[in-house]
């Protein structure tokens, strides 16, 4: 079996880098695919999962033409692993901020969930959890709005096929003039 043909590899190129392709040659700004996906990730890590496509969808309708649809979707898809390994650290920051009890991660507190008798606090470390990303969720957004952009320059520059701006044409038009004629 050849390297490539199928497995891992095969489907990340095709979920991912065959997508992300196409979204560099169709052309956009470089700041508005930074933001898109900047966006796209730190909604992508939203500590409620199964949340995130509804929150992508409505920050799109929102924000509107500011962002690059497909640019939010393809984000917050790879930001999908990345959501279950960070419940638990915005789940400690919300503790810590709001100076709530430590929600126990043993066997024993997870016994307490399956059988109904910690229903309160599970909804306080949900809170918790929220709250941890309220607050984290401006500094990953801008954090990764400074990693993406020098990132899309340079893969806008190297694959691009289109000209970067609509507002700034390949071949500057000459000025028209208009003239007026008195009747």
């Known amino acids: 079996m050849a390297i490539g043909k199928s497995g891992p ?3 990340f190129n095709k979920k991912v880098i065959d997508p992300l392709l196409l979204i ?4 956009a ?22 949340v995130t496509v509804i929150l ?10 500011r962002c690059h649809t497909p640019s939010v979707m393809l984000a917050n898809f790879v ?10 650290p915005f789940l400690r920051l919300g503790e810590i901020i709001s100076g709530g009890p430590h929600f126990p991660l043993t066997s024993d507190a ?3 969930v399956f059988t109904g008798q910690a229903s309160r606090d599970v909804l ?3 809170f918790h959890a929220l709250l941890g990303w309220f607050v984290a969720a401006p500094f990953i ?18 694959f691009g096929s289109l000209p970067p701006s609509p507002k700034k044409p390949v071949y500057p038009q000459a000025e028209i003039k208009v003239k007026v004629r008195n009747v």
């Open 29 to 50: 700004e470089p700041k508005q695919l930074a933001f898109s996906t900047a966006l796209g990730f730190t909604l992508g890590v939203f500590p409620i999962c199964g």
């Open 124 to 126: 306080l470390s949900i």
């Open 141 to 158: 957004l801008g954090a990764l709005y400074v990693f993406f952009l020098p990132c899309f320059k340079f893969l806008i520059q190297k």
């Open 110 to 112: 997870l016994r307490k």
């Open 79 to 88: 930001a999908t692993p990345i959501e279950f390994s960070l419940v638990i």
């Open 56 to 65: 992508c969808g409505m920050a799109i309708a929102l924000i509107g033409n």
């Open 24 to 27: 560099v040659r169709r052309g």
């Open 9 to 11: 590899l095969s489907w």
